[in-house]
């Protein structure tokens, strides 16, 4: 299938382009940037005047749902979901049931993604057997499985010897460990520790439950020197310690969920439970911290943090409903209106630090593991695979839960006005959606 993309703004934040031009597609690769031979002949032309052509977006932070939770989310919906938001590859931790922890369940997973022909799935194992916090996986054969790094999910060790001989075990082959830093005892609560959480009588969770677990964490890393991403960084104090420690010259880095980055705990409302999420949402000063932090670098990427939930899970009181929040076909427009408020006066500098963090920078984080795609995942270049999102950043639109094509319709962001929507999106040089 040869594909002509014309008149698109080519905007790729990894080599600096940003001019418009046409993009011609053959065997699944990019053949033609800016300047296109007039000897191509295309089986179809797309017309991207007035849009942005840009790389697929990379999502480091995507439940699938499936296998064991059908009932809340299936391969089907997720991916198509995936890419109507312009996400052409995505990570998906290993809590599903049956765990992430024998490789024929990986190769299912991975086989069973593939055979659909949408978003790339990036599975992570888990590190330790049934997400038990006990005994270590055997992480080659699941690396040889297809994993491309290694997760606890929201399950935490909490034996620090077990942490310890993870982190041997991962610096030993070269393997990452993405972990979200919370200190087991200190989370059990339902919301942030603080004014809201205590007037409304909710369960707190206080910031000291990430440093702790981040000071555990690095003081560990520093005599493995293993390779650590952390996931869904939340509060001020966890910043700092990420910044200190990149400092420092750790082998660190991390992200933050588009629910951290926009939202608050005011945000909780009268116990909305579209706002019951993990980590919890933050006071305001947590959340300023983590805008300047994905602006400097200290952050590296920006997630959806998707995990759908079904009705059933949602409709209940604050405390008792199940944490989590659909994202997936939010992270272009919430990326971009973060960029926007952050370089008000400079939109084109808006627009490639927006992209950044969905293309770039979560590909870095990545890095070897992609294998053959390293050299073009979240990238534009002639000779790479075509995975493409071509978006109008000009299109206001509405999030209306029914609208969604997540099987998860529950989100926090419900009646937000984004700017930026999805027109085509592609994987493998096919068109996987167009709008």
Same mark, same amino acid.
């Given at each position: 299938?040869?594909?002509?993309?014309k008149n698109?703004?080519i905007?790729?934040?990894?080599s600096g382009l940003?001019?418009?031009?046409?993009?011609?597609?053959?065997?699944?690769?990019?053949i033609?940037?800016?300047?296109?031979?007039?000897?191509?002949h295309p089986?179809?032309?797309i017309d991207?005047?007035g849009c942005v052509v840009?790389?697929?977006?990379?999502?480091?932070?995507?439940r699938?749902r499936?296998?064991?939770?059908?009932?809340e989310?299936?391969?089907?919906?997720e991916?198509?979901?995936?890419?109507?938001?312009?996400i052409t590859s995505l990570?998906?931790?290993?809590?599903?049931?049956?765990v992430?922890?024998?490789?024929?369940?990986?190769?299912?997973?991975k086989f069973r993604a593939?055979?659909? +022909?949408?978003s $790339?799935?990036?599975?992570l &194992?888990? @590190?330790?057997?049934?997400? %038990?916090?006990?005994?270590l996986?055997?992480m /080659?054969?699941?690396?040889?499985a297809?994993?491309?790094?290694f997760?606890?999910a929201?399950a935490?060790?909490?034996?620090?010897r077990?942490l310890?001989?993870?982190?041997?075990?991962?610096?030993?082959?070269?393997?990452?460990?993405?972990?979200?830093?919370?200190?087991y005892?200190?989370?059990?609560?339902?919301?942030?520790s603080?004014?809201?959480?205590t007037?409304?009588?909710l369960?707190?969770?206080p910031?000291a439950a990430?440093t702790?677990?981040?000071?555990t964490?690095?003081e560990?890393m520093r005599?493995t020197?293993?390779?650590? +991403?952390?996931? $869904?960084?939340?509060?001020? &104090?966890g @910043?700092?310690?990420?910044? %200190?420690?990149?400092?420092e010259?750790?082998? /660190?880095?991390?992200?933050v969920?588009i629910?951290?980055l926009?939202?608050?705990?005011?945000d909780?409302?009268y116990?909305?439970?579209?706002?019951?999420?993990?980590?919890?949402?933050?006071?305001?000063?947590?959340r300023d911290?983590?805008?300047?932090?994905l602006?400097?670098?200290?952050?590296?990427?920006l997630?959806?943090d998707?995990?759908?939930?079904?009705a059933?899970?949602?409709?209940?009181?604050?405390?008792?409903a199940?944490?989590g929040a659909?994202g997936?076909?939010l992270?272009?427009?919430?990326s971009?209106?973060w960029?926007?408020?952050q370089?008000?006066n400079?939109?084109?500098k808006?627009l490639?630090?927006?992209?950044?963090?969905?293309t770039?920078?979560?590909?870095?984080?990545?890095?070897?593991?992609l294998?053959?795609?390293?050299?073009s995942?979240?990238?534009?270049a002639?000779?790479?695979v075509?995975d493409?999102c071509?978006?109008?950043p000009?299109?206001?639109?509405?999030?209306?839960?029914?609208?969604?094509?997540?099987?998860?319709?529950?989100?926090?962001?419900?009646g937000?006005?984004?700017?930026?929507?999805?027109?085509h999106?592609?994987?493998?040089?096919?068109?996987a959606?167009?709008?």
């Amino acid at each position: 299938m040869k594909i002509l993309i014309k008149n698109g703004r080519i905007v790729d934040p990894a080599s600096g382009l940003d001019q418009v031009g046409d993009v011609a597609i053959a065997a699944g690769r990019i053949i033609g940037l800016r300047h296109v031979s007039p000897e191509f002949h295309p089986n179809r032309t797309i017309d991207a005047s007035g849009c942005v052509v840009a790389p697929g977006l990379v999502d480091l932070a995507v439940r699938l749902r499936e296998p064991g939770y059908e009932h809340e989310g299936m391969l089907e919906s997720e991916l198509a979901a995936a890419v109507a938001g312009g996400i052409t590859s995505l990570v998906c931790p290993p809590d599903t049931d049956p765990v992430l922890d024998e490789p024929g369940l990986v190769e299912m997973l991975k086989f069973r993604a593939e055979k659909l +022909h949408q978003s $790339r799935v990036f599975p992570l &194992g888990a @590190v330790t057997r049934g997400l %038990q916090g006990e005994v270590l996986t055997e992480m /080659v054969e699941l690396t040889e499985a297809g994993c491309v790094g290694f997760s606890q999910a929201e399950a935490a060790i909490v034996n620090p010897r077990v942490l310890q001989r993870a982190l041997q075990y991962a610096a030993t082959f070269g393997y990452t460990l993405w972990l979200r830093p919370q200190e087991y005892h200190l989370g059990q609560g339902v919301a942030a520790s603080g004014a809201i959480a205590t007037r409304l009588g909710l369960s707190g969770i206080p910031e000291a439950a990430e440093t702790i677990a981040l000071h555990t964490l690095f003081e560990l890393m520093r005599g493995t020197d293993a390779r650590v +991403h952390l996931c $869904r960084i939340s509060s001020a &104090g966890g @910043v700092a310690l990420v910044r %200190q420690a990149k400092h420092e010259g750790l082998r /660190v880095t991390c992200d933050v969920s588009i629910n951290s980055l926009h939202l608050t705990d005011t945000d909780i409302g009268y116990f909305d439970s579209r706002a019951r999420l993990s980590p919890p949402l933050r006071q305001q000063r947590d959340r300023d911290a983590l805008q300047q932090a994905l602006a400097d670098g200290t952050v590296d990427a920006l997630v959806s943090d998707h995990t759908p939930v079904d009705a059933d899970a949602k409709t209940l009181p604050f405390a008792e409903a199940e944490p989590g929040a659909t994202g997936l076909e939010l992270l272009l427009g919430l990326s971009l209106q973060w960029a926007h408020r952050q370089w008000p006066n400079d939109p084109a500098k808006a627009l490639v630090r927006g992209l950044a963090v969905l293309t770039q920078a979560p590909a870095q984080v990545l890095g070897d593991a992609l294998g053959t795609l390293q050299a073009s995942c979240g990238r534009l270049a002639e000779g790479g695979v075509a995975d493409l999102c071509i978006f109008d950043p000009g299109a206001r639109w509405t999030v209306e839960a029914a609208a969604l094509a997540s099987q998860g319709k529950h989100t926090p962001f419900s009646g937000y006005e984004l700017a930026g929507q999805v027109r085509h999106t592609l994987v493998g040089g096919q068109v996987a959606f167009e709008r």
